[in-house]
């Protein structure tokens, strides 16, 4: 009985772990989401929560201090044929991001979900994380970097859906 109790706490305090926050990165990544939104369409652009977006940015990059960052401005750990991708400008790679999630048949239950008007943070993440990443803990570590740093303030700032 205490062993159980005590795997327990265990897993509640370290199935949710703390991200420490830049908000310089942040508001840097949020900008250029808003900004490339405008020229993109479909409902990844439209739907897609920013929260999101930024806390994958952030995973993938460690607040943009990844060498794909920095040198090859890939944001999102994407790649083509087990390679890294370069990308010509943050924008550029933004712009990629919501083309991949708009086009690419593995995202299909993400649109469908984002065309549900469902602002639900989890079922989001949970329609495409599967495929999006291969680390099995992906959509908890998401959710993680939403909840440490409020990033779903910057849902709020846009009409995405009626909030629940």
Do not use: W
């Not at 908000?23 to 739907?47: C, H, K, L, P, W």
């Not at 550029?92 to 919501?98: D, I, K, P, S, T």
């Amino acid at each position: 009985m205490k062993k159980t109790a005590l795997l327990a706490i265990l897993f509640m305090m370290f199935s949710s772990v703390a991200y420490s926050c830049n908000d310089e990165y942040i508001n840097y990544m949020n900008s250029i989401i808003e900004d490339t939104r405008q020229d993109i369409d479909g409902v990844i652009a439209e739907n897609m929560p920013n929260s999101i977006i930024i806390a994958q940015a952030v995973l993938e990059t460690g607040y943009g201090k990844s060498r794909a960052a920095r040198r090859q401005n890939n944001h999102f750990g994407m790649s083509s044929q087990n390679r890294i991708m370069t990308y010509g400008s943050v924008e550029e790679n933004v712009e990629a991001y919501f083309v991949n999630l708009s086009n690419h048949n593995a995202y299909r239950k993400l649109r469908e979900t984002l065309e549900s008007d469902s602002y639900d943070l989890p079922k989001i993440i949970n329609s495409y994380a599967g495929y999006y990443a291969e680390d099995p803990h992906y959509s908890r570590k998401v959710l993680s970097v939403i909840n440490s740093c409020k990033l779903n303030y910057y849902d709020s700032n846009r009409n995405l859906f009626a909030q629940n």
